[in-house]
């Protein structure tokens, strides 16, 4: 199959960047892996890539494209963003970021619920690849795809990856909430109210409603906030078990991008002057401000108001 003879370069070697190698490999395709101690030359490795999958932090993402900007990069080569996070400067996504970049090149959206360590164990598992160029989220479509991962497409890059940005912040809130064993009715309330909180900020932002309720959306906040393997739900975890933010950092293993996407949404909260009260919150909590219980107790003692305001 043509897709078959497809050359992809994944950068960054954390655990999402070789999980997803894994899955094309899987596929039987030539996949290279960078990062920055490999001490490999980038420009030689993208040089006949067809796809290049950005699996990079946050704090990553700038520097890789500063530094492909460095090099040439063919314009066909499919760029496909994997980043959960928000630009703290610009506050802007990787979406945006690459877009701008390289405006020429097809940008596709990769995200879902997809706790990579379930994904390694061959478990299965959805995710999404959204796109403005469908044929480019098309051959990403196949070319990840196998019998225990199943990739969905959409046409809203943007609110699919706001859905897997936004979650992190709620995956927070939701370690809280079962650290401090506050029991199911507690979570389930937290989990419903959280969604409507991801729509107000993820449609101003530029996403479709509809996205949220997808495997982007609600999926994915499904999955990081029932699941001790999320980074971000051990970081509220712990830190309602007492420990500060330091000490859950120290013992942390990778990423939780939701410390950072707080503080950077609180910024545009504020500055669009949106309503978000689980993540202003978790950003008190964040800021050694509050304790987990009065985090809890600003919550439920809010104003009462109608479901659907
Ligand atoms: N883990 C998961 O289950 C999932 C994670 N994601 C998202 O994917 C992204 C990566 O997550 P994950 O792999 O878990 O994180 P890790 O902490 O395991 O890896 C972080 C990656 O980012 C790279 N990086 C960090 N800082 C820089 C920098 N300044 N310049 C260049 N590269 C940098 C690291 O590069 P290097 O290899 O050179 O050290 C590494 O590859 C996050 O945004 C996360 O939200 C999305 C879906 C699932
Ligand atoms: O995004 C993820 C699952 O979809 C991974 O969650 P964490 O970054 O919280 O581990």
Request: hydrophobic letters at 40%.
């Amino acid at each position: 199959m043509l897709e078959n003879a497809k050359k992809i370069t994944v950068i960054g070697g954390g655990i999402w960047g070789q999980t997803l190698a894994n899955l094309a490999r899987r596929n039987y395709l030539t996949v290279r892996v960078w990062s920055r101690h490999t001490g490999e030359d980038l420009g030689a490795i993208i040089a006949d890539t067809d796809v290049i999958i950005s699996a990079v932090s946050i704090k990553g993402v700038v520097p890789t494209i500063e530094q492909l900007q460095q090099l040439q990069l063919n314009s066909s080569t499919i760029i496909v963003t994997a980043t959960k996070g928000l630009e703290p400067i610009t506050t802007r996504t990787p979406f945006h970021l690459w877009n701008q970049a390289f405006p020429a090149n097809p940008l596709v959206v990769l995200s879902g619920p997809n706790l990579a360590k379930e994904i390694n164990q061959g478990l299965p598992a959805a995710t999404v690849v959204a796109s403005y160029q469908q044929k480019a989220a098309i051959l990403l479509q196949k070319l990840l795809s196998g019998e225990s991962f199943r990739v969905y497409l959409n046409s809203d890059p943007l609110g699919t990856e706001l859905g897997g940005t936004l979650k992190n912040v709620m995956a927070i809130a939701s370690g809280v909430c079962d650290g401090l064993q506050l029991g199911t009715n507690a979570k389930s309330a937290l989990l419903t109210r959280a969604l409507p909180e991801i729509i107000r900020v993820g449609t101003c932002l530029g996403g479709c409603q509809e996205t949220f309720f997808g495997l982007s959306g609600l999926g994915d906040l499904l999955a990081t906030c029932n699941s001790p393997l999320s980074r971000n739900y051990q970081v509220g975890y712990q830190l309602a078990l007492g420990l500060s933010l330091p000490e859950v950092l120290a013992k942390l293993e990778g990423t939780a991008e939701g410390i950072n996407t707080t503080e950077v949404l609180m910024r545009i909260a504020q500055e669009k002057n949106l309503y978000v009260p689980i993540t202003c919150q978790v950003d008190r909590l964040l800021r050694g401000e509050i304790s987990p219980q009065v985090a809890v107790y600003e919550l439920m003692r809010r104003d009462l108001k109608a479901e659907f305001d």
